[in-house]
Structure formats: C-alpha cells, structure tokens
C-alpha cells in the first residue's frame, strides 16, 4: 500500500511510503478492539468510589422501639440502611479495575485499528516536524496547511519530540504521542491519523 508523503505546507512531495499489508492491510477483529478499548478504559478509573455503611454513620445503636407491639416493621438502630440517613447498603467500595490483556491479541488490536483507519483514507503520511520553539500558532499553522483544523486528529511522532508536544498541548482536539506509546483508543478515537515518516518504521518494528 502507497501513500505519498505531504510536506508541513500541505503539498505532495516526490517521495512515497509503502506500509507493510501485515498491519494496514488486515482484516480488523472488532473482538480484539472491544477487549483493548475496555482495557484501556478500565485502566484510567481512579476507583477511589466510597459510600458509608452501617457502621461508618455517626450515631446512636440503641433499639429505636420495641420488637412486638407496634403493628409496625421490626426496627433496629437509626443507623439501618433502610432508614432515611442510615448507611448505604452493599455500597461502593475503593476497587481496582484494571486487567491483564495477552501482548499478542493487544498488537491485534492496533493492527485492526490502523487497517480500519487506512480502509477509510484516513491516514496522512507527513515529513517529520521540527519545531525550533514551541509555539501553538505554528503547529496551527501546520493544521491549517493539511486542512485539519476543525477536526481531531492524532500526530504519532517517530520519538518523543517536546517541541511539539508543547506546541500541541493546548489544542483539545489534538494529540501528539510518540511510536512506541500509540494505543488502539487513541487511533480509533481520531477522525485523521497523521504518521511523520520517522514513526513508521517504529510501528512496523513493534507490531510485527
């Protein structure tokens, strides 16, 4: 598969990418990609969730009437869950989310999550950035120029470049992450996946 390579002004240059069909060219496992966006999801929970129960509420345990006699309903402590401001019953508590994923069906995932991206045509193969300083206006000069300004793309970069990162950081509708720390989320959740020429080979090397 062919793609050419666009320059930082939006024009094609005279160069050509190949990208390897044993990751561009798949056929996409949607099971894969349910298990690895759930990962990913589960992974980003805080899980600091907590309700008080019984014995947490400050109060008194005395017997608020006696058991028989009533007509009414057994009642124990003002405290009881089934009480207006007693404590939560079978509330939540601190937990971890997080589970274990097998490396190889991971590397599926991204691999259907790219093939999904270049069935669509929306993958952009762009020369590598290079920022002197970091400056917001010219990295939005760049998306202007690729005519991606209103819509979310996803930058992958061949190293970790801080320059435009920084550039890039107050941009909502953007992300610039490195080769080896891109994951199925991010790709799926980008309309357009733009990939410097530098991270190509990072990607081939690490999912193959």
């Known amino acids: 598969m062919e793609v050419k390579v666009i320059d930082s002004k939006g024009k094609a240059t005279s ?7 044993g990751i561009f060219g ?8 349910y298990l690895d966006v759930k990962q990913h999801l589960a992974n980003r929970r805080q899980g600091t969730h907590k309700s008080k129960e019984r014995a947490e509420i400050s109060g008194s345990t005395r017997k608020i009437k006696k058991q028989k006699g009533t007509g009414g309903a057994r009642a124990g402590s003002v405290k009881s869950g089934t009480r207006v401001g007693g404590g939560r019953i ?10 274990k994923l ?7 995932a991204r691999k259907s999550a790219f093939a999904y991206k270049a069935k669509n045509d929306a993958i952009m193969i762009l020369e590598d950035v290079a920022l002197a300083t ?6 939005k000069t760049v998306l202007a120029n690729l005519s991606l300004t209103n819509e979310k793309v996803l930058m992958i970069v061949g190293d970790a470049n801080d ?4 550039s890039s950081r107050n941009l909502q509708r953007v992300k610039v992450v490195a080769a080896d720390s891109v994951n199925t989320y991010d790709v799926l959740n ?9 991270s190509i080979s990072v990607i081939e090397k690490i999912l193959n």
């Not at 079978?90 to 589970?99: T, W």
């Not at 320059?163 to 920084?166: A, F």
């Not at 980008?190 to 530098?198: D, F, G, M, R």
């Open 26 to 33: 798949i056929e996409p496992n949607d099971h894969a990609i």
């Open 15 to 21: 160069k050509k990418v190949t990208l390897s069909d």
């Open 102 to 108: 097998n490396i190889k069906l991971k590397r599926l």
């Open 190 to 198: 980008a309309k357009k996946v733009v990939l410097t020429e530098s």
């Open 134 to 139: 970091p400056k917001t206006a010219e990295f």
């Open 163 to 166: 320059n435009v990162y920084l």
């Open 90 to 99: 079978f509330g939540p508590r601190p937990r971890n989310y997080s589970f």
